[in-house]
């Protein structure tokens, strides 16, 4: 007797040896959903204690890629484990159907609001594309083996969801949690749009750079602040000096800040119009100085930057003064250790001219130019 299998007691099974995963998942997929899954789930679970996500939702804007899958299968497992732990756990899936993806899709097809379509018409084309690209994700994400109420998902844009927005933000500003003012914010000139921080990749690239002038006002005031004054405080009028990359920034200049805790030296040197002073930081003098052409020059006065702050300054060609303000946002990288502050072009200095109350002044217009007056 050659075949000794049969002569042998092993269990068998029907279980398949391969996985074949390519044939199997989608016939298991389709077995979830005949059979109503989730639902039987829910049913299962009704009256233990809840466990809720609060999914944050992608965008609905292109095919799902390696991060959503991340993003998504890591949640499931989230859910699922819950639920195997003795808990209700519901998972809502959602989209994000707003913004400036969509708006750009769109406007390739038919062109911006205002010029080759209405308003209205752009968003109901804006609406219409969202809710395909919903289509396609959810499609995706069911084929991920993602368990949830796929059939009544949330989107920010149902008009439901939209209300129930606006009354959230009525009881906000109800209950005064809302302040209005301006604040500066990345731009898109072409698309007239702001724009997210993920939305913005900073580009390194070298620029022009200048030194301006801030013409001190009270010449005594200073001097009265200065810790060491080894020659009597010099001659010549005294500027305090700021060095920028955005000159076009300085017609919405406020203030010029100093960082409290350097130490500040006054310089006296002879220029062209007969004796000057200049404000600068002391470790940054001898480049400063060197990037002037400076040669012969000699320090009349030291102070910490603290001890300047409230001076006022002459802006360079408007008829205002700003003041000395102070700031830790003032390094000693690159310039001066004085920089120029404009809280509508600039988080730093948004947030500085905050704690001294400046103007949050913005020149330029939505296009990139400079409004006129």
């Given at each position: 007797?050659?075949?000794?299998?049969?002569?042998?007691?092993?269990?068998?099974?029907?279980?398949?040896?391969?996985?074949?995963?390519?044939?199997?998942?989608?016939?298991?997929?389709?077995?979830?959903?005949?059979?109503?899954?989730?639902?039987?789930?829910?049913?299962?679970?009704?009256?233990?204690?809840?466990?809720?996500?609060?999914?944050?939702?992608?965008?609905?804007?292109g095919d799902i890629h390696i991060?959503?899958?991340?993003?998504?299968?890591?949640?499931?497992?989230?859910?699922?484990?819950?639920?195997?732990?003795?808990?209700?756990?519901?998972?809502?899936?959602?989209?994000?159907?707003?913004?400036?993806?969509?708006?750009?899709?769109?406007?390739?097809?038919?062109?911006?609001?205002?010029?080759?379509?209405?308003?209205?018409?752009?968003?109901?084309?804006?609406?219409?594309?969202?809710?395909?690209?919903?289509?396609?994700?959810?499609?995706?994400?069911?084929?991920?083996?993602?368990?949830?109420?796929?059939?009544?998902?949330?989107?920010?844009?149902?008009?439901?969801?939209?209300?129930?927005?606006?009354?959230?933000?009525?009881?906000?500003?109800?209950?005064?949690?809302?302040?209005?003012?301006?604040?500066?914010?990345?731009?898109?000139?072409?698309?007239?749009?702001?724009?997210?921080?993920?939305?913005?990749?900073?580009?390194?690239?070298?620029?022009?750079?200048?030194?301006?002038?801030?013409?001190?006002?009270?010449?005594?005031?200073?001097?009265?602040?200065?810790?060491?004054?080894?020659?009597?405080?010099?001659?010549?009028?005294?500027?305090?000096?700021?060095?920028?990359?955005t000159p076009w920034t300085l017609?919405?200049?406020?203030?010029?800040?100093?960082?409290?805790?350097?130490?500040?030296?006054?310089?006296?040197?002879?220029?062209?119009?007969?004796?000057?002073?200049?404000?600068?930081?002391?470790?940054?003098?001898?480049?400063?100085?060197?990037?002037?052409?400076?040669?012969?020059?000699?320090?009349?006065?030291?102070?910490?930057?603290?001890?300047?702050?409230?001076?006022?300054?002459?802006?360079?060609?408007?008829?205002?003064?700003?003041?000395?303000?102070?700031?830790?946002?003032?390094?000693?990288?690159?310039?001066?250790?004085?920089?120029?502050?404009?809280?509508?072009?600039?988080?730093?200095?948004?947030?500085?001219?905050?704690?001294?109350?400046?103007?949050?002044?913005?020149?330029?217009?939505?296009?990139?130019?400079?409004?006129?007056?």
């Open positions: 007797m050659s075949d000794y299998k049969q002569t042998l007691n092993l269990p068998k099974t029907d279980f398949p040896m391969r996985g074949n995963l390519a044939q199997r998942e989608p016939e298991m997929l389709k077995k979830w959903q005949q059979r109503e899954l989730y639902q039987q789930i829910r049913e299962a679970s009704a009256g233990r204690p809840t466990f809720h996500l609060h999914d944050g939702p992608p965008y609905a804007n991060g959503h899958a991340v993003n998504k299968i890591l949640k499931d497992i989230i859910v699922k484990s819950r639920t195997l732990d003795g808990f209700d756990a519901p998972y809502v899936p959602g989209w994000d159907c707003h913004g400036l993806p969509i708006e750009l899709q769109v406007e390739k097809k038919i062109g911006k609001p205002g010029k080759k379509t209405t308003t209205t018409q752009f968003r109901k084309a804006c609406r219409e594309y969202a809710a395909k690209q919903v289509n396609g994700q959810r499609e995706d994400f069911i084929r991920l083996g993602v368990l949830g109420d796929w059939d009544h998902p949330y989107l920010t844009m149902d008009h439901q969801f939209e209300a129930d927005i606006i009354r959230s933000l009525g009881k906000i500003v109800d209950n005064d949690h809302i302040q209005k003012g301006y604040k500066p914010v990345h731009w898109c000139t072409d698309c007239g749009s702001a724009l997210a921080e993920a939305e913005v990749e900073y580009q390194d690239k070298d620029s022009f750079a200048i030194d301006v002038a801030f013409a001190l006002v009270d010449e005594a005031a200073l001097l009265d602040r200065c810790h060491h004054v080894p020659e009597g405080g010099g001659e010549g009028p005294i500027s305090f000096v700021i060095w920028t990359t017609p919405a200049n406020q203030a010029v800040a100093l960082n409290p805790s350097y130490e500040y030296a006054m310089v006296e040197y002879e220029g062209e119009q007969g004796k000057r002073r200049l404000v600068i930081a002391d470790d940054m003098l001898k480049d400063v100085m060197d990037r002037f052409g400076i040669e012969h020059y000699h320090v009349v006065a030291y102070a910490k930057g603290e001890a300047f702050e409230g001076l006022m300054l002459q802006h360079p060609f408007y008829d205002r003064q700003v003041p000395v303000i102070l700031g830790e946002h003032v390094t000693l990288e690159a310039g001066t250790g004085a920089v120029h502050t404009a809280p509508g072009h600039g988080l730093d200095d948004y947030f500085v001219g905050m704690r001294y109350n400046l103007p949050v002044d913005n020149p330029v217009g939505g296009n990139g130019c400079f409004v006129e007056g």
